[in-house]
C-alpha cells in the first residue's frame, strides 16, 4: 500500500501567506491615509523668505544684522534682534519674523501669539495667517488649524497649500 502525500497542507500555506499579504498591503493604505499632525507639519513647512530693505533707517544695521541671522539659520539670535527691532520700532515684519524664529526653535505657542497679532496687517496678514495654521498643527491642535485654513480666501498666497492641507487633514 502506497501513502500518497497530502497536497492540502501546502495550499493551506499559500493562502495564509496570500491573505497575509494583503492584509498587510491594505494596513499600509490605511496608515498613509492617516497622516499625524506632526508629518503634514513637516510636509507644509518651509522658512519664509523673508526681505528687509529699509535704507536710511536709523536701525538699519540692527535690521541687517537680523536678516544675516535669520538668513544664515541663526534663529536665537535673529529672535532676539527681531524682539529688540520691534521694540523700538515696532513694524508686521518683524512680528512675523518672530513668530518664523520661534517655529523654527520649536516653540509654537508663542509662534501663535506673535503670529495672531497681525493676521490682519494688510502686508504681512497672508503669510501670518498661513503660519498660524502651522504653528496650531505642530500643536495637534486640529481644529483650529481647520478654521484658520477655512478662513484663507482663494486670492490668498497660501490658498493652494492651504487647500491641500485641508485635504490631508479630513
Not at 518651509?46 to 535690521?63: I, K, V
Not at 497679532?117 to 498643527?137: C, N
Request: proline share 4%; glycine share 4%; with cysteine.
Amino acid at each position: 500500500r502506497s501513502v500518497e502525500p497530502n497536497r492540502a497542507r501546502p495550499f493551506f500555506w499559500y493562502l495564509v501567506g496570500v491573505a497575509a499579504a494583503v492584509g498587510l498591503l491594505l494596513m499600509v493604505f490605511y496608515f498613509s491615509q492617516f497622516q499625524s499632525p506632526a508629518s503634514l507639519y513637516e510636509q507644509n513647512y518651509s522658512t519664509y523668505a523673508l526681505s528687509l530693505a529699509s535704507r536710511g533707517s536709523q536701525y538699519e544695521e540692527l535690521e541687517h544684522d537680523a536678516s544675516q541671522a535669520y538668513t544664515n539659520g541663526n534663529f536665537e539670535e535673529a529672535l532676539v534682534l527681531f524682539h529688540r527691532l520691534n521694540q523700538k520700532n515696532p513694524k508686521a515684519l518683524f512680528e512675523l519674523a518672530k513668530g518664523i524664529c520661534y517655529l523654527e526653535l520649536n516653540y509654537a505657542d508663542s509662534a501663535e501669539f506673535a503670529l495672531k497679532t497681525i493676521v490682519e496687517d494688510p502686508l504681512y496678514g497672508e503669510p501670518a495667517q498661513w503660519y498660524t495654521a502651522l504653528s496650531l498643527l505642530k500643536q495637534n491642535k486640529e481644529e483650529a488649524c481647520k478654521d484658520i485654513l477655512k478662513s484663507i480666501p482663494m486670492e490668498h498666497e497660501f490658498y493652494s497649500k492651504a487647500q491641500n492641507l485641508l485635504k490631508d487633514l479630513d
